[in-house]
């Protein structure tokens, strides 16, 4: 155990490690995009059991290495979403540390599902524990909010409604679990360039409804899954289909085994079909693969908590490869 000096104080030197979860929009309606470039929007965000796993190591320097599920698409560099996270709070406290972080990647990249987004909400908590920094949750989802519309939503977790950029949530009350089977391509799709070909599609006209989730919120409510399956509901779906077509395909196999609803996962082009049961998501799962419409597919649960620390000794997919060759 060394020890390190951060702020005029020394402490021993630890690890923190923080687990945060991807996300499905249950709903996601979207406004005239504004002067500022980004666009008004209603959502309904659900956290599911896909994992972004986070290991904030003391150092001299801000570094970062990435392992898991697609970890040769992320960005090491100071673009990536996490170190960039790690910077602002360390700008925003004037902490003069650094930081090394290790990403373990189970959210597909790029794929509508928030991974980055779920990194850089880990890396904030992380480095808030590690430098002990003690800013509330409220700033900590400010900082988020900075970093992308995205980025308080795994923070907070649950089920939560979305507006403003999609960055203002409000809890939302759900009751039940729900199971969901995904589509995966290796291949992802720009947020940018979705929202871009919305407005091509639209053409300046849509209005948000304030009462058009009733039915879903309702579901939710009443842990209905058959009623929020009916209520799932993506306005970018026709942009992401647009632009990636061959994703009709498991739409369309999803759609035949059963899933109560199927729907484009936020900008895409990730596919998410709501089951029946575990089991069921399972069966969905597999008839995508067998039908050859997914480079991979993969199950899970929501509503899950958002990012929190990791007790030290917890079984999982955290370590850094690197250290394995010491
Ligand atoms: C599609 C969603 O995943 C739905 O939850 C989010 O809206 C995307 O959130 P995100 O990836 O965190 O997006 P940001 O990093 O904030 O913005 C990336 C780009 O997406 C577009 N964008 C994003 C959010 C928003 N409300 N309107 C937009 O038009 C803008 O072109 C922006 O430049
Ligand atoms: N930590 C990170 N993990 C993954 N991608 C990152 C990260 N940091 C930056 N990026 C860049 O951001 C892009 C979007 O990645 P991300 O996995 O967050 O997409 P997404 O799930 O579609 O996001 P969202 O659903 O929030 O729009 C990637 O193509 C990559 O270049």
């Known amino acids: 155990m060394g020890a390190v000096s951060l ?17 499905v929009n249950l709903s996601l309606r979207v406004g005239a995009r504004e002067p500022d470039g980004y666009h008004p929007l209603a959502t309904v965000f659900q956290a599911v059991s896909l994992y972004e796993d986070v290991v904030a190591r003391p150092s001299d320097e801000m570094t970062l290495t990435v392992s898991g599920q697609q970890a040769e698409r992320v960005p090491t560099d100071e673009t990536n979403l996490a170190l960039r996270a790690a910077r602002l709070l360390a700008v925003h406290t004037g902490v ?35 430098w002990r ?52 391509r290796d291949e992802g799709l720009s947020t940018a360039l979705v929202f871009a070909t919305f407005d091509e599609l639209i053409s300046g006209g849509t209005r948000l409804d304030p009462d058009a989730d009733r039915a879903l919120m309702q579901a939710l ?26 994703l009709a395909e498991p739409l369309a196999v999803a759609e035949d085994a059963g899933a109560l609803g199927v729907l484009v996962s936020g900008s895409g082009p990730t596919v998410a079909a709501l089951a029946r049961s575990r089991q069921h998501a399972l069966v969905i799962a597999a008839a995508m693969t067998a039908a050859g419409v997914a480079d991979d597919v993969a199950t899970a649960v929501g509503p899950v908590p958002g990012a929190r620390i990791v007790p030290a000794g917890t079984a ?4 850094d490869p690197a250290d394995r060759s010491l």
């Not at 209905?224 to 647009?242: I, K, V, W, Y």
């Open 316 to 319: 999982g997919p955290l370590e």
């Open 221 to 246: 409510r009443a842990g209905d899954a058959p009623a929020l399956g009916r209520a799932l509901h993506n306005d970018l779906q026709h942009a992401a289909l647009e632009l990636a077509p061959s």
């Open 133 to 184: 920094t003690g800013v509330s949750r409220e700033e900590l989802t400010d900082l988020a909010a900075e970093l992308g519309s995205d980025v308080p939503f795994p923070l907070t977790g649950h089920t939560a409604v979305g507006t403003g950029r999609g960055h203002l949530l409000t809890a939302a009350m759900v009751r039940g679990e729900y199971h969901w089977a995904f589509a995966v």
């Open 96 to 130: 003069q540390a650094g930081v090394h972080l290790h990403l373990h990647k189970g959210v597909p990249v790029a794929g509508g599902m928030a991974g980055g987004s779920a990194d850089a909400a880990a890396a904030l908590v992380a480095c808030d524990a590690l």
């Open 7 to 23: 702020s005029g104080q020394t402490r021993t030197e630890r690890e923190v490690r923080v687990r945060a979860p991807g996300k």
